[in-house]
C-alpha cells in the first residue's frame, strides 16, 4: 500500500529544513577548515602538522557519517523480512542478522 501523498506545505517544511541543515554543515565545515588551515587549534601548539590535523578531522568526520548511516539502515531494515533480501543482498542480510539477534537493537 502506497502511503499518502504529501502536501504542498510538507515539502516546503522538508525543503525549508533539509536547505537550513545543509547551509549549518556548510558553515561548521568552513569554521572548522579555516581554524585549522590558520593554526587557531591546539594541534598547532602540539607540533601536528596542519595537513595531518586537516586529513584526521576529515578522516573521522568520514567515519562517523559511515557508522550514523549504517545505524540508521539497520533501523530501518528491522522490520522488514530477511529472507527478501538474502540472495540480492548478501553482506547486508549478515549483518542484518548479527545486529537483530537478540536485543541487540535495544541497547
Partial sequence: MAPPPESNLVKALHFLQASY??????FCVCVVSSAIKNNQTTSFENGIPTGLAACV??????????????????????????????????????GTVLAHKGDNMER
Fill in 21 to 26: 541543515s545543509g547551509a549549518l554543515l556548510f
Fill in 57 to 94: 578531522v576529515w578522516g573521522l568526520i568520514f567515519v562517523l557519517a559511515t557508522i550514523e548511516g549504517g545505524q540508521g539502515c539497520l533501523v530501518g531494515l528491522q522490520p522488514i523480512d530477511k529472507d527478501s533480501y538474502k540472495e540480492s543482498h548478501p553482506i547486508a542480510y549478515k
